[in-house]
């Protein structure tokens, strides 16, 4: 039996893909969302092959709307969503004075405001249904 459904963002390489494949073991259903289609498909196909149902939604965690809509996917496929990992990350190596503006604008969209938008689409759907967020 199952354990219930997990969201993993960022799941798609490095640390992510790693708890993709611990809570695929551990027999969740999980869904994988990260920017990188083929990263995303083949973490939800290493999950699938532990006998869990697993899907890859290529998404920016940065967009609000897009982790919304992805977080609908998820409950329309495989179901209410009970876990939420954000994990999702970039970074910016180089000498500060020579790193460009907008690279430090995407580690904070992504780091900071891709947490927000996973937790918000996560407590979203699962408060309504008395789930412990």
Do not use: C, H, K
Request: hydrophobic share 50%.
């Amino acid at each position: 039996m199952g354990r219930g459904v997990a969201v993993v963002t960022g799941g798609s390489a490095g640390l992510g893909r790693a708890i993709v494949r611990e809570l695929a073991g551990r027999g969740w259903d999980v869904a994988v969302l990260a920017r990188g289609a083929d990263g995303v498909e083949a973490a939800a196909s290493e999950a699938r092959e532990r006998g869990v149902r697993a899907i890859g939604v290529t998404v920016d965690v940065a967009d609000t709307d897009a982790v919304e809509a992805a977080a609908d996917r998820v409950e329309a496929e495989l179901g209410p969503i009970e876990l939420w990992v954000n994990d999702a990350m970039v970074s910016v190596f180089g000498p500060f004075d020579q790193i460009e503006p907008a690279d430090f604008e995407r580690v904070i969209r992504v780091v900071f405001l891709g947490f927000a938008n996973g937790t918000r689409a996560a407590v979203r759907r699962m408060e309504p249904r008395g789930a412990d967020t």
